[in-house]
């Protein structure tokens, strides 16, 4: 499978350094990276999947912790891999959008905005509930592509906690920066979209580090409900790694 990570960061830097990539106005358009609250409520979430090997450990790990995780999907691996996406329905999962074939957003134009949103929509409602939230890919956007996810009826969620498992550091580095940054309303980033990742082997590790600590695992959704700001939510950082 490929790496879409390091494809995706190496564009990243180039387009940076030559002035093509713009516009990440975090503070002036709304995205949920933690929710504000003193319970010890936490959200797994998983992006780029799904992968026909790592999804099913990673299920399966969920399964037997009795965890529920939000998985960020790809349309194009969902029209691969259409059971494993039922699969995660089924095991009670949450399901957003994380576009069809992980482009980075701000530099196409707002047709082919679109038309990920709508080929990644049409992809996952095969099999799973209409998305309520979508994940950029990398994080990165501005406020057209916050504007564009709004009229699709998503939130916009980013993360407060990254491992950078999608790079294949060691297990342990993953589970410590996981558990050492953890606090009320954090919300993990973790992937399923190619193998080999360390993920599968940190995840049960991490769920019972966490447990340990009193934390509870909730799907975004839910996390959302124990916002202590409302009505508003504001970006607290734009993540790029």
Not at 73 to 81: C, E, P, Q, R, S
Not at 200 to 225: H, N, R, W
Request: one cysteine or more; glycine letters at 4%; hydrophobic letters at 40%.
């Amino acid at each position: 499978m490929k790496n879409y990570h390091f494809v995706f960061y190496v564009v990243v830097l180039l387009t940076a350094i030559t002035g093509v990539v713009h516009e990440y106005a975090a503070d002036s358009a709304q995205a949920i990276s933690r929710i504000p609250t003193t319970q010890k409520v936490v959200a797994l979430t998983i992006d780029d999947g799904p992968h026909n090997k790592v999804t099913p450990e990673i299920l399966a790990i969920l399964r037997e912790k009795h965890i529920k995780a939000t998985f960020f999907v790809l349309g194009i691996n969902a029209d691969h891999f259409p059971a494993i996406v039922a699969q995660e329905v089924a095991d009670g999962h949450e399901i957003g959008t994380h576009t069809y074939s992980h482009p980075m957003l701000p530099n196409l134009s707002p047709q082919k905005v679109a038309e990920e949103f709508d080929k990644a929509e049409q992809a996952i409602s095969k099999v799973a509930p209409k998305p309520t939230l979508f994940r950029p890919p990398g994080g990165i956007y501005n406020n057209k592509i916050v504007e564009a996810a709004h009229k699709k009826g998503y939130s916009v969620i980013l993360w407060s906690i990254d491992p950078q498992d999608w790079s294949c550091p060691p297990t342990e580095q993953v589970i410590n920066k996981v558990v050492k940054e953890i606090k009320p309303g954090s919300i993990i980033l973790l992937h399923d979209g190619q193998y080999p990742l360390p993920t599968p082997k940190a995840l049960g590790v991490i769920i019972d580090q966490l447990q340990a600590q009193g934390y509870e695992f909730v799907t975004v959704s839910e996390l959302m409900q124990y916002n202590e700001l409302r009505p508003s939510i504001k970006s607290i950082f734009l993540p790029f790694w």
